[in-house]
């Protein structure tokens, strides 16, 4: 798996992120970030909470917005020009801790309202795309009903289908089963995994080893906003270098 | 709650009446029920013994005499040879035409309050926080006195306009704002003019349908037409055209002063306006407070993860957050529009002749009859309250969320 993991993985690079540096107010959120990642690969963001790590990929497609530095995805430089971030956010798809679908909108229309208003693909044409996507997330049958009928793993795997529906070339997962059931968080990690499998280029937020050990090609461990170590998954998991890495590693794998 | 698990038959005690869930909430029902019926019937027939007592009876014939007294402002034919209940329409009529203009103004005053005390401007936000927290924590009594006073006193009076040099002149020449009221120019429809006004109606519908066609055929195609200009032209263009094509049939009748007063044009008297504005103010604090809720209540995720799937803000207030939000302000709206349907009964105070006023009232003292005026007057806000309230659930079930 991690060899021919490793061989997806392009020169090409996908984003570039340099010196980047954030504030909220007096407090320094993100410090002197630099991080390069090539197209196809799969990077696993861990770290204690408050560290920074959700801040970080949300400056990717400038939901927050960062003070110093530069942060460059697919050649695009990031600026606060709207045109600009329009390009950046067609590019990049995100899934959130909480799913955040649409409540008032039935699971194909969430993934059909994007492609229709911003792509202006003709609904006939983007309902089959999302009908596309919701088969391989394996729920094409409840894309009439509304995301309060469905159970949470069911509605991340739908957010995650609504993000394949714009066509992105990166995807960023912010803690993706943090609000799920155990049992649930399998039916998630399977979906990611696939899409890993297909050579999707993914940044996880994420607390979930096992889905790191399997399909990450580079595990990134932040602490007080810096990225404190990044290794492959086998290194960082059975030698990590640095203290505060070796004492969280010990605190979430110890039970 | 009911245990279903097929317990052993037990014959029934009376104590069971209290005791066990199956009877104990009938019980009390059968009690409440006992108790209501009691009072009314005490109630009853405690008036019905009054009034033998005071040699008076229950009779709706007054409302077919002459009412005797003048309503200065009418939408309806009145005099005061009229009936009284003549006098009961023309004040159902002024009720309802200071609600219906109160609600449509409180409704855009509290709107673009509510919005702006979003704003990411400080001053902004901050003069409208000003404007709910002074207008809200007021009685809406006083805003209505306070503004009668302003227009009585501070406001020229007719005879100001006169003369060669007059103290105070009209605004635009077709304009007068006295302390008797404000006089604006009224339409005179010629002949033709109903073809004007048809077509004018034809075309807020065109402009209702071009916008469903150009949703349309962004759904078909993909297209997305312009809004704003195309909508624009077909409202206006048409109109002004057929207006000149008939050769100008509506024109404007101006004010203009004759002896002691204006007359011609349209009068909005002084109460009037004082009701309704102060109205309008006070609940539109109100309502800012409702839709700031509703907005605040669509959590940030949701915009969130609209913009991450590259949706402008503006596309995102209209078909992510507003959809949502409306639950929220619907249901609070409509008790608001119930409460000025029912403050505007305080027009008694600056002489607006609203039902409150004539029926419960004028006629109420020269007749003597008051349980029936005010039982016609509490039967008549009654309706109209559950009235509202009904058009407003139904919309408000119509924007509800699914979850089962």
């Known amino acids: 798996m991690a060899e021919t993991a490793q061989m997806q993985v392009s020169d090409e690079v996908a984003i570039r992120i340099n010196n980047m540096n954030k504030w909220y107010g007096a407090f320094h959120v993100l410090r002197d970030i630099n991080l390069t990642v090539h197209r196809g690969e799969r990077i696993v963001i861990c770290g204690p909470s408050g560290s920074g790590k959700s801040t970080l990929i949300r400056c990717i497609n400038a939901l927050e917005e960062h003070q110093k530095g530069s942060i460059e995805v697919d050649g695009t430089l990031l600026s606060s020009d709207l045109k600009n971030i329009d390009k950046i956010r067609s590019e990049v798809g995100m899934c959130f801790q909480h799913f955040n679908l649409f409540p008032h909108l039935t699971i194909l229309e969430n993934c059909t309202l994007a492609p229709i208003w911003v792509r202006k693909t003709p609904k006939k044409e983007a309902e089959e795309t999302a009908m596309h996507f919701l088969e391989k997330v394996k729920i094409p049958d409840q894309a009439n009903k509304y995301p309060g009928q469905l159970s949470g793993g069911q509605q991340q795997r739908v957010a995650i289908a609504r993000s394949l529906c714009m066509r992105p070339r990166i995807m960023l997962f912010d803690e993706p089963t943090s609000a799920l059931d155990p049992e649930m968080i399998k039916e998630v990690l399977d979906t990611m995994i696939e899409l890993a499998e297909e050579g999707m280029t993914m940044l996880c937020v994420t607390h979930e080893m096992g889905f790191a050990r399997q399909v990450a090609n580079r595990v990134i461990f932040m602490d007080e906003g810096q990225i404190v170590e990044q290794n492959e998954p086998e290194a960082f998991f059975n030698n990590p270098q640095s203290p505060r890495t070796q004492l969280f590693l010990s605190q979430i794998l110890g039970h | ?404």
């Open chain 2, 1 to 404: 709650m009911t245990t279903i698990s097929d317990p052993p038959q037990e014959s029934f005690r009376p104590s069971m009446l209290l005791s066990d869930t199956r009877y104990r909430s009938i019980t009390f029902q059968v009690i409440a029920l006992a108790l209501l019926l009691t009072a009314i019937w005490y109630l009853g027939s405690n008036l019905a013994a009054n009034l033998r007592a005071a040699g008076l009876n229950i009779s709706f014939q007054f409302l077919g005499n002459p009412a005797g007294y003048d309503i200065n402002q009418t939408l309806i034919p009145y005099t005061s040879q009229s009936t009284n209940l003549q006098a009961a329409w023309v004040g159902i009529i002024n009720t309802l035409l200071v609600s219906f203009l109160a609600c449509i103004t409180a409704t855009i005053f509290g709107v673009i309050a509510g919005v702006l005390r979003l704003s990411n401007n400080w001053l902004v936000r901050k003069l409208m926080a000003g404007y709910v927290e002074i207008f809200r924590n007021i009685p809406v009594l006083i805003w209505i006195l306070i503004i009668y006073t302003i227009m009585t006193a501070a406001m020229p009076a007719p005879s100001a306009f006169r003369g060669d040099d007059p103290a105070s002149s009209m605004m635009l020449g077709s304009f007068a704002f006295t302390n008797r009221g404000v006089y604006i120019p009224g339409p005179v429809m010629g002949p033709g003019s109903f073809i004007v006004v048809a077509t004018f109606v034809a075309s807020v519908i065109g402009v209702f349908a071009y916008r469903r066609y150009a949703t349309k055929l962004l759904y078909d195609t993909g297209r997305l037409l312009p809004m704003l200009w195309p909508s624009v032209a077909i409202l206006l263009v048409p109109t002004i055209v057929m207006f000149f094509i008939l050769g100008m049939p509506i024109g404007l009748d101006y004010p203009a002063l004759k002896g002691f007063n204006f007359q011609g044009g349209i009068q909005i008297g002084a109460p009037l306006i004082a009701l309704w504005f102060a109205l309008s103010i006070y609940t539109g604090a109100f309502i800012a407070e409702n839709v700031r809720a509703g907005i605040q209540a669509v959590s940030r995720g949701q915009t969130e993860a609209a913009a991450a799937l590259g949706l402008r803000s503006g596309r995102i207030m209209n078909l992510v957050v507003l959809p949502q939000a409306l639950r929220v302000i619907i249901p609070p709206l409509i008790s608001n529009y119930l409460n000025i349907t029912k403050n505007s009964s305080l027009a008694i105070l600056v002489g607006y002749a609203d039902i409150t006023a004539t029926l419960g009232g004028i006629t109420l003292n020269q007749t003597g009859r008051a349980i029936e005026c005010v039982v016609l007057l509490m039967l008549f806000y009654l309706v109209i309250s559950l009235g509202i309230s009904m058009v407003m659930n139904v919309y408000n079930n119509a924007t509800k969320l699914k979850e089962r």
